[in-house]
């Protein structure tokens, strides 16, 4: 086995695909639902609820993870566990209930802008799927998260909601929309991914981009920029798709629990 602290150099792309792929195996198993927001998501079996609860717990996927899990938690219960009902039969009343939610930025008058557009979306744009699937690329749903977020937010929102989808064209990582993404898109076989979006390919898939996985794909010199921006994200992909063209973003597992739960 190639010790943890061996830098891509010391490696040729052989020994360093068997190494992630190695980690890959450890991490992509169903015991990392517990610790994860994706758990989430897992709580629910209908198409619909299981993508609402994904994107609502992705939005928020920033800071303690206790605290997300929680928080995510709250968010289900406030819409009685019923994500995607709440979202196309909400009233005024039902959005009121949601005002006192927090989350670090993201406060109620977020919650309740996101249910609005979110029925929008279901109502006149056939759904979340359809949405991105719309605007993918050869190698790149970047596109499509920045034409998503045009969508998101052509309802009437205060300005301030804004901040809590990133845009890709204007230079983010966007790693909550990428995590959600690979979540909805990704078929595991492992149990992890939900792979529930079936007219978007994995290999359009991007890497969650956020300071663990920047921070171990730069000591296998696998990303050489120090921002964690849009940038560095396609010159993460790049490198990842020359070691799995079809499933680059399964590596996500490898970088993330190499810097989260072995201190690499």
Request: hydrophobic residues 40%; negative net charge; proline residues 3%.
């Amino acid at each position: 086995m190639i010790e943890a602290g061996l830098m891509k150099e010391k490696m040729n792309m052989e020994e360093l695909k068997s190494f992630l792929d190695e980690k890959v195996l450890l991490y992509n198993n169903p015991d990392f639902i517990d610790t994860d927001p994706i758990q989430i998501p897992h709580l629910f079996t209908q198409k619909e609820d299981i993508e609402i609860a994904g994107f609502l717990s992705a939005t928020i996927a920033w800071g303690n993870r206790k605290m997300i899990i929680n928080n995510a938690k709250k968010m289900m219960e406030l819409m009685g566990n019923s994500p995607y009902d709440f979202v196309m039969s909400h009233n005024e009343e039902h959005l009121e209930s949601l005002e006192n939610f927090v989350h670090r930025t993201f406060n109620g008058i977020d919650f309740a802008t996101f249910i609005q557009s979110l029925k929008n979306i279901y109502t006149n744009h056939g759904g979340l799927e359809s949405v991105f699937a719309r605007h993918q690329e050869n190698n790149s749903l970047q596109q499509s998260i920045s034409e998503f977020k045009k969508i998101f937010f052509e309802i009437a929102h205060q300005q301030r909601t804004q901040k809590h989808i990133s845009d890709p064209l204007n230079g983010s990582a966007a790693k909550r929309m990428n995590m959600f993404l690979r979540w909805m898109v990704r078929n595991d076989n492992a149990g992890v991914d939900l792979g529930i979006w079936k007219n978007i390919s994995s290999s359009n898939l991007s890497c969650p981009l956020d300071v663990h996985s920047g921070n171990v794909a730069r000591k296998l010199g696998l990303l050489n920029r120090k921002q964690n921006d849009a940038k560095a994200l396609f010159e993460l992909d790049t490198e990842l798709r020359l070691l799995d063209s079809t499933d680059p973003v399964k590596y996500d597992f490898a970088l993330f629990g190499l810097g989260v739960f072995e201190g690499f």
